[in-house]
């Protein structure tokens, strides 16, 4: 039987270009130019490296974003996913991680899947937090934040690399996964992908397709509230540490001060 | 939607100093996705060594750049079916742009392979033949070279002195090829030679006894790209060697005309990379106490470049229409080829001196640009031949033999 991945990709503003906040304090999308999100390119590729050791399987890519988040979907097209679903609706401007989680939930449950592949956190909201919502609200194992991932007879398994000690996870499917920046380097869309990407089929849902209330979610329906809005502060002139002979020692104590170390 | 557009819903996008004209506007999605592949491939793979490779003189690392080469889809890459991407004549270009943004070398690399060794075996190379190689060079698996030009024939290749001649149901090929981008990391040569039946082309495996290919050092130009001799020793092939699709100076001339286009726009890529350095630097260097940028004489010169470039880029596309519509001549290639070329050394020179001492340094990248446009200038045809093309157009007249 096919193995069905889904893989949840997130549209952001392009950190190279010069972001704002609009009036009502969410992202002003006008103002930039958006892209997948880098580290969701992780997730795609650890998906393709999946369905290729795989006998049969098929990788949907979903997001949750504006008209222009197509573009997400059409990178991840051309990187060699089979199909895409895009759930676009006025309503979900503002929304939250709560609302975000469960309009994904609802998309993931509608296309159909043994594994949910994420990105560690997005680059532009970088709460992290929505892959471990998704596995709650879809009532699967999560294993989450690892650095290199296989699926054989039923399980996923994994790496997860900390400070001062790697794990070996696993979990059995259905379940979700979320991939690392160290997972190993996404592969760049060939041309023959480029092409055939334009012909694969893109699934454009609303709200109401997937039986989700307007009111669960918008900046009406956020659990949270961004209350203002500022720019950070232009950056100070830097601390000169004048090396009298203890410079090596104020350097590891600003260091340390600062949590560099 | 183009992004341009989005910036300001009322009134014209603002400026961009890297795409004045607003040229973006004339690519698809699709096109922008295959400039932006060669782009980033271009950025990790080829910018952090070129400089060191030029120093050395080397391409040491050619093998792994023509698989990832194949594996993006940039070898034979308007070509359609054995493993070929079937992208139009506009992406190929942009390809080539990117690419020649890096270095002319690893441009030529492609060039090669791709418009010269495949397109010959692809059009005029029997099923077998193509069956044999395209798939594998498509990946980047087996690099191709091509073989024309002797120690004393270029511009006049119809008067070469190899020979193939029949003996039995063999082919023998003796003589020399000089000149030869790729020659000696090559799997399988081009290689053209006279017949009885005039110029016909072979399909030369290059592990056949008595075949060659000691490379070229010393050169000043296209140091990051291979170049080689071709020795022919009795080289002795089967009958299906040849391609038959073809004879006579039209099917290596043919083969001309394709990579030829991919220099028009490959040469803006230089062109581009020197002026970007050149207006960068342009805006943080100061001398009596201001940017350069802010002295006339500089924005003469880049106003001039940017003109000359972006014109240059226009063409391209122009040319790169009338290809996928079927409707480009030889005549309008050698139109952008004897241009662009010529331009883009023009403003790879110009940047050199916005560079001051800087502009002959390794560290930046104008004058690796300015030295390997020596050789694209003289190869595909030099800037006579171009214009001695044209000048019949016009005329009517043929002036190649005095
Ligand atoms: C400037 C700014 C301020 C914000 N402030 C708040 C706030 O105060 N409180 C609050 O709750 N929310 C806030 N948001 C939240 C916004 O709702 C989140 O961006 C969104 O809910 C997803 O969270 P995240 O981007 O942090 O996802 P993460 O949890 O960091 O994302 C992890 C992974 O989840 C997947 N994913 C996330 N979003 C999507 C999507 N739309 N479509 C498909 N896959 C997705 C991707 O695989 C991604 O790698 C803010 C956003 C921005 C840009
Ligand atoms: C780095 C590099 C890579 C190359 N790679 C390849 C390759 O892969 N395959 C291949 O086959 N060749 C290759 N070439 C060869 C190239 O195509 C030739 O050098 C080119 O065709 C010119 O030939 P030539 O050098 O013999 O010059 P010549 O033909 O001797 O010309 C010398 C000069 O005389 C001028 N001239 C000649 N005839 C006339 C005329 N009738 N009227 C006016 N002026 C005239 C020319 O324009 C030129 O300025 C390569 C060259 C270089 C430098």
């Known amino acids: ?261 | 939607m183009p992004p341009a557009a989005k910036a300001s819903p009322s009134g014209p996008p603002p400026f961009d100093p890297y795409d004045p004209l607003g040229l973006d506007d004339l690519l698809s999605d699709e096109d922008r996705a295959v400039r932006d592949t060669v782009r980033r491939w271009a950025a990790e793979r080829v910018l952090p060594h070129v400089a060191g490779w030029y120093e050395r003189g080397e391409l040491p690392v050619i093998r792994e750049l023509a698989r990832e080469l194949g594996a993006i889809g940039a070898l034979g890459m308007p070509l359609t079916g054995y493993g070929c991407a079937g992208a139009s004549a506009v992406q190929y270009g942009l390809a080539c742009l990117e690419l020649e943004a890096a270095d002319s070398g690893i441009r030529s690399l492609v060039s090669v392979q791709g418009s010269l060794a495949m397109y010959a075996i692809h059009r005029y190379g029997s099923e077998e033949q193509r069956q044999q190689w395209l798939p594998r060079m498509a990946a980047g698996e087996v690099i191709g070279c091509f073989g024309l030009t002797e120690p004393d024939h270029g511009s006049d290749p119809a008067a070469m002195r190899t020979r193939a001649r029949k003996d039995g149901s063999d082919w023998v090929l003796d003589g020399r090829k000089m000149w030869i981008t790729n020659g000696s990391v090559a799997g399988v040569a081009v290689v053209w030679a006279q017949t009885d039946e005039g110029i016909r082309g072979f399909a030369v495996p290059t592990d056949t006894p008595g075949f060659s290919a000691p490379e070229i050092h010393h050169k000043w130009s296209l140091r990051a790209s291979v170049t080689s001799e071709l020795v022919l020793d009795g080289v002795r092939l089967p009958a299906d060697a040849v391609l038959p699709g073809v004879s006579g100076l039209r099917g290596p001339l043919s083969c001309l005309s394709h990579a030829r286009y991919g220099i028009v726009w490959g040469a803006m890529g230089a062109a581009r990379a020197s002026f970007e350095a050149a207006l960068d630097y342009a805006r943080s260097r100061e001398q009596f106490g201001k940017p350069i940028g802010g002295f006339q004489l500089t924005q003469a010169k880049l106003a001039d470049m940017a003109v000359e470039l972006h014109k240059g880029i226009l063409l391209a596309h122009h040319l790169g229409r009338r290809m996928d519509a079927g409707r480009l001549r030889a005549e309008q290639i050698s139109f952008g080829k004897l241009n662009n070329v010529r331009e883009a050394i023009d403003i790879c020179r110009t940047a050199r001196t916005i560079l001051g001492a800087n502009g002959i340094s390794l560290e930046y990248p104008v004058m690796r640009h300015a030295t390997n446009l020596e050789s694209v200038l003289t190869y595909e045809g030099t800037v006579e031949m171009h214009q001695l093309v044209l000048g019949k157009a016009l005329t009517g007249l043929d002036a190649f033999r005095g």
């Open chain 1, 1 to 261: 039987m096919s193995l069905r991945i889904v893989v949840a990709v997130k549209y952001v503003p392009d950190a190279t270009g010069d972001r704002h906040f609009a009036d009502d304090l969410t992202t002003d999308r006008d103002a930039v130019d958006g892209l997948l999100s880098e580290l969701d390119e992780y997730a795609v590729e650890q998906a393709l490296q999946i369905a290729e050791a795989a006998d049969d399987a098929e990788i949907t890519v979903l997001t949750v974003g504006p008209a222009d988040a197509k573009d997400a979907l059409r990178k991840a097209l051309s990187m060699g996913a089979d199909k895409a679903v895009h759930v676009e609706d006025d309503a979900l401007h503002g929304t939250d991680v709560m609302g975000t989680s469960l309009v994904l939930a609802k998309a993931i449950e509608h296309a159909g899947f043994d594994l949910v592949v994420t990105g560690m956190a997005s680059t532009d909201g970088t709460a992290g937090v929505v892959p471990a919502l998704l596995a709650e609200r879809l009532g699967i194992p999560q294993v989450t934040l690892l650095s290199e991932v296989a699926v054989s007879g039923g399980k996923v398994t994994g790496r997860r690399d900390g400070d001062a000690a790697s794990e070996q996870v696993e979990a059995s499917l259905p379940a979700l996964v979320s991939v690392t920046d160290q997972s190993g380097e996404a592969r760049y869309p060939s041309f023959k992908g480029i092409m055939a990407a334009k012909k694969k089929p893109v699934e454009a849902l609303d709200l109401s397709d997937l039986g989700i209330d307007a009111a669960d979610v918008g900046l009406a329906g956020a659990w949270t509230a961004v209350q203002e809005a500022a720019a950070r502060p232009a950056r100070s002139a830097g601390t000169i540490v004048k090396d009298e002979g203890e410079g090596g020692k104020q350097l590891a104590a600003f260091l340390a001060e600062h949590k560099f170390i």
